[in-house]
């Protein structure tokens, strides 16, 4: 599998040198990231290790397409994202992400199979909701609202809705940070799942070294920057991920 | 298939119905007054204007003692005259069948080759051949209201003479759309009738034979009407002309303009209100759901939702909420509308009344409607739209309380803790403070304005009838006769005192500045018709000198001591100037008041009386009206107690219908602002109230501080909307200030209090239906949720 991997030409991401700089004008200046160099393959499940506060989230943010890096460059395979507008952003969005946030982010007024039909409705190659659902197993609680499901139940059902649009990315930021191990695991065997069936390149922001087990590639961050990238040669499956 | 985020949008709505409701409500009403105002204006503009062009309704009027036909040539050359029609007009007393009480009427002649000039239209009938001596057309209205049919007979009495008339027809016309008696402030349909004789018969009747007393005129569209009212009198000065007008000054035209002012008037202020409002509790409401969904929203751009279609999301959310307005406004204002033309239909006599709801008056008040609370929606969609992702779903910095000012006030008047959040939450937000205190303060002004009206009425109805004109009747003379006609009177049956008048025609002018009008003489010490002082106290007519009556003194621009000329017109000829004595108070007409015997001695005449006014035993009423139908001398009796009583039912009718209207719209204001208000404060207190109530707080110290807020608002807008209703209420005395009536400025403390009372009752409900939900409300459901 990773000799495929590597014959693919073009990395799935690319950044050169991102930069992110918050505050300044009056306030103490954030480094949050400070010359970020990074190669994501396509199809790998990469995993984000790092103490509170080094910068993952930002990048996260920045390759989702979801904010400015302040320097540097980004990119999504050929598609140069820090030279795009706010308008090309959110095009670039609804094309080839999925998110999964750490609170689940679900809209309280719409139910599971709504949830998803948010993002169905407006991607242009996208699975049925009901299909979504079942890829995580939830085809029974399809008209359920949030309000009635627990949060392992509405991680997964915002998972479908990241996968329902088959995005080119999966970007997880802490998707099993607000979940017990039982529940947890059950998110995590879905990524994985969504990873190896439809070869979606995922990234996956953790404070759970336990995951890194999973990954094809670990990304260790401090202070904005990259400090360490190990690639994985043997990989546990989900269900055997301790916490 | 509906999609995810339209489910979302009806969900949130049918969340939010309340207020959503509450919002609607002020809409629909704005829609619905807006409509009805727009919508009756153009409908009576374009009746008027088409009726009076197929009837040719005249440009300008004229009256003369006695012109010879011959004149009429002079008045068709004169320069911009396109049609001028002669006619003959006197004024009967009717005995009419069956009616008890005195009854009058007005003979218009109508020219052998057809009326050219306002035209009566047939309703039944036929009009009567050129050759009868005894026929007539009269007003439809009259023939209703007594049940006459083209056949009928009634008798008139004209110049002492008896005639037996027969109706041929029932007619309407351009001229008496509106219709006063002489003396009544009402219409009276079945007293008073408007009958067309043809043109020989009318003369032989008023001994007019080849001479006319009544000149009409239609101008080109190019002509100069003063030039030509300046030609016109001239021309008629020696046949005893007093004076052309225009047709502004024509009763049924001026009557009709004021009551289309009055509504425009009424579409100028009240839905401007009303829409403003409405767009402040969508910006209010809408930019409390962004606050609250502000993660939402960034999860919506995560997803690759453009920033136009949540903008869009929003203002869908405001425009359903508009469009559900729009819905109600349209039907009660359809219903409004019919209404009003059905009261229309009674107080004025339209041949066809042209629909007030054209299709296009519903499209022009719903645009409107969805733009105001479109305008209300735009800052919370933009803010929505504008929200950065990455920052959308980060949780908001709390908001920034710093100690300051209100720290030190309260430190120093030793407030407690509770009064202290109140006090605070006002500041954290004092735009929308204000807004609400001016959004609550604007039902209180118009609860002021509304009660104003009445106040202002009862003290129209108390000057004019119950200080001014108290008498129970008032005789006017077909002919001026000798001060004996007094005596005369005083021996009719039933009659307790009878004091003279003398109405002299003349045109008061100072400088540039000229009236056409009466002068009434009374004698001194007159106790029936009295002339009242600024104060209404009754003020005795000067030795020297006239009274000239408020209006009228500020239209000439004198004060007492300024002198006055007198130009007498009508059968005298002469000029004098005299001292203006004294300014007098009168709410209907304008006057100009001199005692009897100094008028006559100025005039160099024995004094001579027009009118006489009658106090009446009331046990011998009906002896006195069969007296009054055959007395030779008389043109009209008017009745004051009926004119008072029929007065005090419209006004009280207009007045029931004007309370239910403005009471409405006051409640929708104070409860949609107040419901509102609180809400949005329970939402975001929401968690700091849960968290007092486990701290121990009771229910009724968390509610203090929840409704406090609006406790102080509604407080602080109670003298603010005194204030602004006072405005209101002066406005609406400005604009009623017409030569035709005015009314006086009366603001007392029972209206004041009386509108702060009902408003204050609707905040009170509206804040205990937002305590019975906080009241209602899961501590532990509070607590967990995420903002
Ligand atoms: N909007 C912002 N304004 C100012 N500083 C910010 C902002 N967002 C993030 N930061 C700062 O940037 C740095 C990196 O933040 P980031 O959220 O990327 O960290 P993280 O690695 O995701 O941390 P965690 O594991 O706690 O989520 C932090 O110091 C943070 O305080
Ligand atoms: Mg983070």
Not at chain 2, 587 to 596: D, E, H, P, Q
């Amino acid at each position: 599998m990773s000799s495929t991997r590597a014959t693919q030409e073009i990395p799935a991401f690319r950044t050169r040198g991102i930069t992110k700089i918050y505050g300044g004008r009056g306030t103490a200046e954030v480094r949050a990231l400070d010359g970020v160099d990074l190669d994501l393959p396509e199809g790998e499940l990469v995993v984000l290790l790092g103490p509170s506060g080094s910068g993952k989230s930002t990048l996260l943010n920045i390759i989702g397409g979801l904010d400015h890096a302040t320097s540097g460059e980004a990119w999504f395979r050929d598609q140069e994202l820090t030279s795009m507008s706010d308008r090309q952003l959110t095009r670039y969005r609804r094309d080839n992400v999925g998110f999964v946030f750490q609170f689940y982010n679900l809209v309280a007024s719409l139910t599971a199979r709504e949830n998803v039909a948010l993002v169905t409705d407006v991607a242009p190659d996208p699975m049925r909701p009901e299909e979504a659902l079942a890829l995580v197993g939830l085809q029974e609680r399809q008209d359920h609202f949030p309000a009635q499901m627990s949060g392992g139940e509405q991680q997964r059902v915002a998972i479908a809705r990241a996968i329902a649009k088959r995005p080119g990315v999966l970007l997880c930021d802490e998707p099993t940070g607000a979940l017990d191990s039982k529940t947890g695991t059950a998110v995590l065997a879905a990524l994985e799942d969504v990873n190896t069936r439809f070869g979606t390149t995922t990234l996956v922001i953790t404070h759970n070294a336990g995951i890194r087990k999973m990954a094809h590639r670990v990304i260790r961050f401090q202070d904005g920057r990259v400090v360490e990238i190990e690639e994985n040669k043997t990989r546990i499956r989900a269900h055997e991920v301790t916490w | 298939m509906l999609h995810a985020l339209d489910r979302k949008l009806l969900r949130d709505l049918w969340r939010l119905k309340a207020q959503a409701l509450a919002i609607s409500l002020v809409l629909a009403c704005g829609v619905a007054i807006f409509m009805t105002g727009l919508g009756m204006v153009r409908a009576l503009e374009v009746t008027l204007e088409d009726y009076y062009n197929r009837q040719h309704f005249a440009h300008v009027f004229a009256s003369a003692r006695r012109a010879p036909a011959s004149l009429l040539r002079d008045v068709e050359a004169i320069d911009g005259v396109q049609t001028a029609e002669a006619r003959v007009v006197g004024s009967v007393v009717l005995d009419l069948p069956g009616r008890a009480a005195p009854a009058s009427g007005r003979v218009i002649s109508l020219p052998d080759t057809g009326p050219a000039l306002n035209v009566p239209l047939l309703v039944s009938g036929r009009f009567p051949s050129e050759t009868a001596g005894d026929e007539v057309v009269v007003t439809d209205r009259f023939a209703s209201a007594n049940g006459y049919r083209p056949g009928d007979r009634f008798a008139a009495i004209a110049d002492g003479k008896r005639l037996i008339l027969t109706i041929t027809g029932t007619v309407r016309s351009p001229e008496f759309i509106y219709t006063l008696p002489p003396g009544g402030l009402m219409p009276d349909d079945a007293g008073y009738a408007i009958m067309w004789m043809p043109e020989t018969a009318a003369a032989g009747v008023f001994g007019m034979s080849g001479a006319f007393n009544d000149l009409s005129l239609k101008l080109r569209r190019d002509a100069n009407q003063q030039a030509v009212i300046d030609r016109i009198d001239s021309l008629l000065e020696p046949w005893g002309g007093v004076g052309a007008h225009v047709r502004e000054l024509q009763m049924s035209h001026a009557f009709m303009q004021a009551e289309l002012d009055q509504l425009r008037s009424m579409s100028a202020v009240l839905p401007p209100i009303l829409f403003g409002v409405t767009a402040f509790l969508v910006n209010m409401v809408l930019g409390r759901i962004v606050t609250l969904e502000r993660s939402e929203i960034g999860l919506l751009k995560a997803l690759g939702y453009r920033d136009s279609e949540i903008a869009m999301h929003y203002l869908m959310l405001a425009t359903l909420v508009a469009a559900l307005g729009v819905c109600l406004g349209w039907a009660s204002g359809a219903w409004l509308s019919s209404g009003m033309s059905q009261l229309y239909a009674r107080f004025f006599d339209f041949p066809w009344l042209v629909q007030p709801h054209a299709i296009d008056v519903f499209a022009i008040a719903g645009l409107i409607g969805l733009a105001s609370a479109a305008i209300g929606a735009l800052r919370a969609a933009w803010s929505a739209a504008a929200l950065a992702p990455a920052v959308a779903m980060s949780p908001p910095a709390p908001p920034a309380f710093r100690r300051g000012f209100l720290d030190a006030v309260s430190g120093w008047l030793g407030l407690p803790q509770t009064a202290m959040m109140v006090l605070r939450g006002i500041v954290r937000w004092p735009l929308r403070a204000a807004f609400t205190s001016l959004g609550l303060s604007l039902g209180v002004a118009i609860l002021v304005a509304s009660n104003f009206m009445l106040d202002s009425l009862d003290a129209v109805i108390d000057t004019s009838f119950f200080k001014s004109n108290r008498q129970h009747a008032t005789l006017i003379l077909a002919h001026e006769q000798p001060l004996s006609a007094v005596a005369d009177a005083r021996h009719l049956p039933g009659v307790l005192a009878v004091e003279p008048q003398f109405d002299l025609p003349v045109t008061l002018s100072v400088g540039p500045r000229e009236k056409k009008l009466a002068i009434s003489a009374r004698p001194l010490g007159g106790d029936l018709a009295r002339t009242l002082d600024v104060e209404e106290n009754p003020v005795p007519l000067p030795e020297q000198g006239v009274l000239l009556s408020a209006k009228l003194a500020a239209y000439l621009g004198v004060r007492p001591g300024d002198m006055v000329r007198v130009t007498l017109s009508g059968l005298r000829e002469g000029e004098m100037v005299l001292p203006v004595a004294a300014v007098t108070q009168q709410y209907i007409g304008i006057g100009a008041y001199m005692r009897l015997d100094a008028l006559a001695a100025l005039l160099g005449e024995a004094p001579r009386v027009t009118s006489l006014n009658l106090w009446i035993d009331p046990n011998e009423l009906s002896e006195l009206e069969a007296a009054l139908k055959s007395m030779p001398a008389l043109a009209t009796t008017v009745m004051l107690t009926d004119v008072r009583k029929s007065f005090q039912d419209t006004i009280s009718e207009n007045v029931r219908i004007n309370t239910v209207l403005f009471l409405t719209i006051s409640a929708l204001i104070t409860v949609g602002v107040a419901y509102n208000g609180a809400r949005i404060q329970l939402s975001e207190r929401a968690r700091e109230l849960a968290s007092l109530r486990i701290l121990g707080f009771t229910r009724a110290e968390v509610s203090t501080i929840l409704l406090g807020e609006t406790a102080v608002l509604a407080l602080i807008a109670q003298p603010l909307g005194w204030l602004i209703g006072g405005w209101i209420a002066w406005a609406m005395m400005a604009g009623f200030d017409s030569d035709l009536y005015r009314i006086p400025l009366v603001l007392t403390a029972q209206n004041f209090a009386s509108a702060s009372l009902v408003t204050l009752t609707a905040v009170t409900a509206a804040a205990l239906l937002v305590r019975r939900r906080l009241d209602r409300a899961d501590l532990i459901a509070v607590l967990k949720t995420r903002e």
